[in-house]
Each structure stands twice: as C-alpha cells, then as structure tokens.
C-alpha cells in the first residue's frame, strides 16, 4: 500500500476520458476506486501548457519557447477548441450553442473580476488564516 501515481495529458479531453472510462493509467476514476478499496490516496499529474508567463514580468517568453511554439498549441492543441470542433462535427451541438457558452462564461468571469476590484482588502491580521503549509 501507499500512494499511488499518476500522470496524463490535462489538454486532452479524449485521452482524460478514455483514460477515467477504463480506471487506467492516469484516470481519476481509477485512482477513486483505489482510495475507496483502502488501498491509498493517489496523486494525479495532468499535463497543460502554460499560455502566458509564469509572473507578470514573464512578458517576452522567447528565452525559453518561440513565438511559433506557442501560436501552434493555441492554433492546434487547443482542448477547448478540439472539443467543440468533434461536439460539431458529431452534431452534438451547433455553433450558436457554444457561441451562448463563450458568451455565459466571458460574462461571469467579468463578474468574478468586478467583484474582486470592489471587494475590501482583508484585515492583516489574517494573513496566516487557513495556510497550513
């Protein structure tokens, strides 16, 4: 016993769900069952790519990937994208659905930040509040 290991490729929405489906290799769904057997918490390392810096001072990433790499993985590699264009292509939903889903979520992401700006900055007392490493 003890913990378990697994990694897969986060971008891939086919490969994250044929692995969940199946209980194997990187699926979340394996690594449940196994906790609930009792044999152990699992860690699960799903793969993504970074689109923007790793700080707001990363701005010009050309040291470490080339302006190419990054316009292929947006262009090509994109999950999002991928999913919709099979979710099309398999008429299992149009353009003007997921045009409505862009929509919701571009609205309640601008929410989220609203509320944030206008929020009060927390007492420094608790700056130590709920941090437990």
């Known amino acids: 016993m003890g913990q378990s290991r697994r990694d897969m490729c986060g971008l891939s929405t ?3 769900t044929w692995a969940a489906k199946r209980g194997h290799g990187g699926g979340a769904r394996g690594a449940v069952e196994r906790a609930r057997r009792g044999e152990g918490p699992a860690f699960l390392e799903c793969m993504t790519y970074r689109y923007y810096g790793h700080h707001v001072g990363d701005i010009s990433r050309t040291y470490y990937r080339s302006k190419e790499e990054e316009q ?6 994109d999950p999002l994208k991928i999913l919709a264009g099979k979710l099309v292509a398999g008429k299992l939903t149009d353009e003007s659905v997921l045009d409505r ?4 979520v571009r609205s309640e992401v601008e929410r989220g930040v609203q509320f944030a700006i206008e929020a009060p900055y927390p007492d420094p007392s608790e700056v130590d509040q709920d941090v437990y490493a």
Request: zero cysteines.
């Open 14 to 16: 086919a490969a994250r």
């Open 72 to 77: 292929e993985w947006r262009d090509q590699r």
């Open 101 to 104: 889903i862009r929509a919701d």
